[in-house]
Nanobody
Framework: QVQLVESGGGSVEAGGSLKLTCAVSGMPTDVLSMCWFRQAPGKSRDNVASVDTDGDPFYGSFVERRFTVAKDNDKNTLNLQMNSLRPEDTAIYYC?????????????????WGQGIQVTVSS
């Protein structure tokens, strides 16, 4: 059974940084394509950043080079370093994974999900 557990969320002021980590158990991350989604109250669940099985990253246009996503296959984790955070980045962040190489898919295409973690950025 594949399980995803997010950690590293919290509250920061605008301009600050946070690093989210998604720990994976039950399957090696090198066979998974993985994605960070986020959902703010009343809004849709949007792709933030994803990594395919080759380790190639993909980002949403709103990221604007502020975030870095990477898999650590030795630790079986997916990380998201977020810098220059803005109040509009406030949301619940979810880690998702699927078997297969394709990345940057819709939420319904991902098989495995974490429980989500809150990120709050104050102005």
């Amino acid at each position: 059974q594949v399980q995803l557990v997010e950690s590293g969320g919290g509250s920061v002021e605008a301009g600050g940084s946070l690093k989210l980590t998604c720990a994976v158990s039950g399957m090696p991350t090198d066979v998974l394509s993985m994605c960070w989604f986020r959902q703010a109250p009343g809004k849709s669940r949007d792709n933030v950043a994803s990594v395919d099985t080759d380790g190639d990253p993909f980002y949403g246009s709103f990221v604007e080079r502020r975030f870095t996503v990477a898999k650590d296959n030795d630790k079986n984790t997916l990380n998201l370093q977020m810098n220059s955070l803005r109040p509009e980045d406030t949301a619940i962040y979810y880690c998702a994974a699927r078997e297969g190489s394709a990345a940057w898919l819709d939420a319904e295409d991902y098989e495995y999900w974490g429980q989500g973690i809150q990120v709050t950025v104050s102005s």
